[in-house]
């Protein structure tokens, strides 16, 4: 059974491959300081560039969970979401309200994949 792992460091990987199936870490903005369209935005390009470095691309997205900080930004991430996801590629997907480890980040996105 091989596992490949990238970017590893202390406490996770941001990606582990097995199987083909590509499972990246939750996905965090860079920019606390953005509104929930920015730092959905961040979070959006970090998720393609993951997918990229590991053989894969939002259309092979096979489940998807978001978490909000706050639900009442839901709106404001789907606006980014609708603008970023392939029509006819849309993933199966969860949206939870969850307290994150900083208060001043308001998304966080966990995806699996299928390397094409």
Known sequence: MEITRLHVGK??????IHNNTVYLAGQIPDDYALDIKGQ?????AHIDR??????????CILSCTIYLKDMADFPGMNEE??????????????TVEARLFDPKVLVEIVVIAAQR
Do not use: F, M
């Open 81 to 94: 979401w609708d603008a970023w996801v392939p029509q006819g590629h849309t993933p199966p997907r969860a």
């Open 40 to 44: 959905t935005r961040e979070v959006l």
């Open 11 to 16: 406490r996770l990987s941001e990606i582990a």
């Open 50 to 59: 993951l997918l990229a470095e590991a053989g894969s691309d939002k259309t």
